[in-house]
């Protein structure tokens, strides 16, 4: 969706139009859940998150002001939010372990589903060892595949800041990987 698009649902939306809400929703709620379902490494607490952030959102939609922002900025601060206050509220940091509890299909080519599987929780096991920026700029960057400029904006930093907050992240990552023996293009394969 253009930002123009955006703004004109938005103002439709706070003057009341669930119509036009339903449409940022949709636009927008598969972003959120990827963000927060890697943040927590947990489906479930993900469902539950992404629906707490978008009741926020559409309670929060008539003091929203626009302010050159794409609006899925607004949801990440708000998911960002929730997730601190949930990690707070628990005292406790993503149970790598929900992970392990989907059930593995038994296919032709199961060696190949359990090396992405075990590739991709080595992955979020790693993004977990990273400090709080630093997971927030890799899942925005890698994951959700924002530029710069748009992560510098969401976390309120200058693109310079990002950019080293990154190249910080990205060693840290490769270092914790490679210390877990998994390849660099295993990970690559269970993100595909």
Excluded: C
Excluded at 71 to 78: D, K, M, P, R
Excluded at 112 to 129: D, K, P, Q, W
Excluded at 167 to 172: C, I, N, T
């Amino acid at each position: 969706m253009d930002r123009v698009e955006e703004r004109r649902l938005i103002q439709q939306a706070q003057q009341g139009d669930t119509d036009a809400f339903a449409q940022i929703y949709r636009a927008n709620v598969q972003a959120v859940f990827r963000y927060v379902s890697y943040r927590t490494s947990n489906v479930q607490l993900a469902e539950d998150l992404t629906s707490e952030i978008f009741t926020r959102a559409l309670e929060g939609l008539p003091k929203y002001q626009d302010r050159g922002k794409p609006f899925v900025a607004w949801l990440y601060t708000i998911a960002h939010a929730r997730i601190a206050d949930h990690y707070r509220k628990t005292n406790r940091r993503p149970d790598e372990s929900d992970v392990e509890k989907h059930q593995i299909a038994v296919t032709p080519d199961m060696d190949e589903n359990l090396v992405r599987r075990h590739a991709a929780r080595t992955l979020r096991e790693a993004i977990g060892l990273l400090t709080e920026d630093q997971q927030q700029v890799i899942i925005l960057r890698f994951i959700e595949g924002e530029r710069i400029e748009t992560v510098a904006t969401i976390m309120g930093k200058k693109p310079n800041a990002i950019k080293a907050l990154q190249h910080r992240a990205l060693r840290s990552l490769a270092k914790h990987l490679s210390r877990s023996g998994v390849d660099i293009d295993s990970i690559m394969a269970g993100l595909s």
